[in-house]
């Protein structure tokens, strides 16, 4: 399947899966080199940074083999739809409006393991841009799989010259260190500005005496950053009060609070409005018909319309 790529500065071509995102004015992916530094909880915070000041939202879970947004935002019970006029995905909307397109919605449990081989994924991960009825958006966040193999290449190569910006996430060790390296050096081949780099679990705040550990090593996030000279967007510390909210799918609540830890993520999101500025004030595409919906689910003969 030939795809079609738009060269930075021209129109995309029709068509394209760039094309299919002609109506969202910002385009960010997150990347990491390895898995488990926090990618998705970044991906999904920044998101509700931007709904909170008022933006309208999208994130694409691209991260096939392991989808954690819905969870983060209590959305893991719900159901993907198919617009019956266009034939095209209607996302999951959640908190704050926040609307959401992930591989989970299509897993029939938790536990269901995603067992596919990479020509299916990178299928997938087309139809999860080409195929969905995103309508007008402010922002659209893509939390890319782990690493800098076959899935990623397959969305960055896709959206070459449509996407504005990557936030790379680290943890502070030197381990991570060396691959985030190789994640810079990645969005950079493929003409991907780098927004910057964020760094998670960068401390421990006691909550019995308020004492701040450096368990790991103390600031990685912004010596990574000079040296690629990128961006520091901020860290995100450990925080056992986060985690529960994380865990019980309310991510939104516990950045509605006045802690340390709410304002820490919050500055990250404020910091790219602020870069990318220009781009957010472009006018706002027409207001989005409410869609007959299918139940994505359904068998032919069993669809049913979603109750309103």
């Known amino acids: 399947m030939s795809v079609g790529v738009n060269i930075r500065g021209q ?4 068509g394209s899966l760039a094309d299919a995102l002609k109506n969202v004015k910002l385009k960010l992916v997150t990347i990491s080199g390895k898995g488990g530094v926090g990618k998705s909880l970044v991906t999904t915070s920044i998101a509700v ?11 694409l879970d691209g991260d096939v083999y392991g989808p954690t947004v819905p969870k983060m935002l209590g959305l893991s019970d719900s159901t993907l739809y198919v617009d019956q006029k ?3 995905i209607i996302p999951v909307v959640g908190p704050l409006g926040i ?10 449990g938790d536990d269901t393991a995603v067992i596919w081989r990479a020509p299916l994924v ?12 995103w309508g007008p958006l402010d922002v659209l966040v893509v939390d890319l799989p782990p690493g800098t193999g076959d ?5 960055a190569q896709s959206l070459q010259g449509g996407l504005d910006g990557s936030v790379v996430v680290t943890i502070p060790t030197e381990i991570s260190r060396r691959i985030v390296l190789k994640a810079i050096d990645f969005s950079r081949k493929l003409n991907i500005r780098v927004a910057g780099v964020v760094e998670n679990m960068c401390c421990f705040k006691c909550p019995d005496n308020g004492k701040v550990y450096y368990i790991f090593g103390r600031g990685a996030g912004l010596k990574i950053a000079e040296a690629a000279g990128v961006p520091f967007l901020g860290g995100i510390p450990i925080d056992p009060e986060f985690s529960q ?3 019980s799918g309310r991510l939104h609540e516990f950045l509605a609070q006045d802690n340390e830890t ?5 500055t990250i999101s404020d910091k790219l409005i602020e870069m990318y500025k220009e781009k957010l004030s472009q006018q706002t595409a027409p207001r989005e018909e409410k869609p007959k919906r299918i139940s994505l689910l359904k068998l032919p003969g069993e669809e049913e319309e979603e109750e309103s």
């Open 122 to 133: 990178n299928q997938a991960l087309r139809d999860f841009i080409a195929q969905v009825e």
């Open 99 to 108: 609307k959401v397109v992930s591989i989970e919605f299509a897993l029939p």
């Open 245 to 247: 909210y994380l865990d």
């Open 151 to 155: 899935a990623p290449l397959t969305i």
């Open 86 to 88: 266009t034939n095209k």
């Open 49 to 59: 940074g931007f709904a909170m000041r008022g933006y309208k939202v999208g994130i």
């Open 262 to 266: 709410a304002k820490a993520i919050l």
């Open 11 to 14: 129109a995309p071509a029709p």
